[in-house]
């Protein structure tokens, strides 16, 4: 029965902070019994073509995804485009946000050595793709510098934090736009977490096709005042784990997102909704 299969519509390989390999990635899915993800790396799709291959190697049904920063009313705001076209001609577009990360990060290595904490990007658990927050934290756990990345977050790399540097980040509107160019749908990611509850209205308004009601760190009423925002918006539903790493956060396929959801997304993709 398709009602009782594990989807999983949020997920980082380790070409953005994810910690796994598209192998690993693909092989801890089919163990946990998922038979449809979507990776959505942050800022870039150059993982798409060995998530896909990895994917297929596993049985695992790959849907190709990216997960977009943006800002609205200075809060960092995470788009999901889901369903891409790795073809797509607005590729480039995505390319610059990544490069950018690769030039923030040398910004942020500069401010963590005025702490007397010296490294450079080769000591970065980094494999290419998009670079963020998190290699930086892993290798400063790596160094002895802090006990763990929630220390290194809580001390130095939080939000407007001493080492912290904002990344380049589109507005809502333009990053609507690029997960539009890329042939996607644009989903707006972890409303709650984000601190955007608030803003629905004005935010879905910018032209938003629908909203990831299922992620971990929405609680039950969360994701019940979710859904009937889209009954009543008529917006499209989405969900996932957004796994990172194992022990690091929820794994892949275990929030709980109803099957059901993947068609309307499928066919409004495909542009037939
Ligand atoms: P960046 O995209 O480089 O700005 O890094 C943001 C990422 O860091 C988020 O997507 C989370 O995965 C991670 N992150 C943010 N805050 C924390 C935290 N307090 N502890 C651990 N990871 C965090
Ligand atoms: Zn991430
Ligand atoms: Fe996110
Ligand atoms: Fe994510």
Same mark, same amino acid.
């Given at each position: ?106 910004? =942020?290595? +500069?401010?963590?050595?005025?702490? @007397?904490?010296?490294?450079? !990007?080769?000591?970065?658990? &980094? %494999?290419? #793709?998009? $670079? ?7 290798? =400063?756990? +790596?160094?002895?510098?802090?006990? @763990?990345?929630?220390?290194? !977050?809580?001390?130095?790399? &939080? %939000?407007? #934090?001493? $080492? ?9 509107? +333009? ?99």
């Amino acid at each position: 029965m398709v009602a009782g299969k594990i989807i999983d519509l949020h997920v980082h390989s380790n070409f953005s902070d994810g910690k796994l390999a598209p192998d690993a990635l693909a092989a801890r899915a089919k163990f946990n019994n998922v038979s449809v993800m979507a990776v959505t790396d942050h800022d870039t799709l150059e993982g798409v073509d060995a998530n896909a291959a990895a994917c297929r190697d596993n049985g695992v049904e790959f849907i190709p995804g990216v997960e977009i920063s943006t800002r609205f009313d200075n809060k960092e705001t995470h788009i999901l485009s889901l369903f891409v076209d790795p073809a797509s001609a607005a590729r480039p577009r995505l390319e610059e946000l990544r490069n950018a990360r690769a030039v923030r990060m040398t910004k =942020m290595l +500069e401010r963590l050595g005025k702490f @007397n904490m010296i490294l450079t !990007f080769d000591d970065l658990p &980094y %494999d290419g #793709g998009a $670079v963020g927050r998190p290699h930086l934290a892993r290798a =400063m756990v +790596e160094k002895g510098y802090v006990k @763990n990345v929630s220390e290194a !977050f809580g001390r130095y790399l &939080y %939000d407007d #934090g001493p $080492v912290y540097m904002p990344k380049l980040q589109l507005s809502v509107k +333009e990053g609507i736009d690029l997960a539009r160019s890329l042939g996607g749908v644009p989903i707006l990611a972890h409303p709650g977490p984000s601190g955007l509850l608030p803003h629905l209205d004005e935010i879905m308004a910018m032209g938003m096709d629908g909203v990831e009601c299922y992620h971990p760190k929405h609680g039950g009423e969360t994701i019940a005042k979710l859904l009937r925002f889209c009954r009543e918006k008529n917006l499209l539903v989405s969900g996932g784990s957004d796994f990172h790493a194992p022990g690091e956060t929820p794994d892949i396929g275990s929030q709980k997102v109803p099957y059901d959801v993947l068609e309307p997304l499928r066919l409004h993709a495909a542009g037939a909704l």
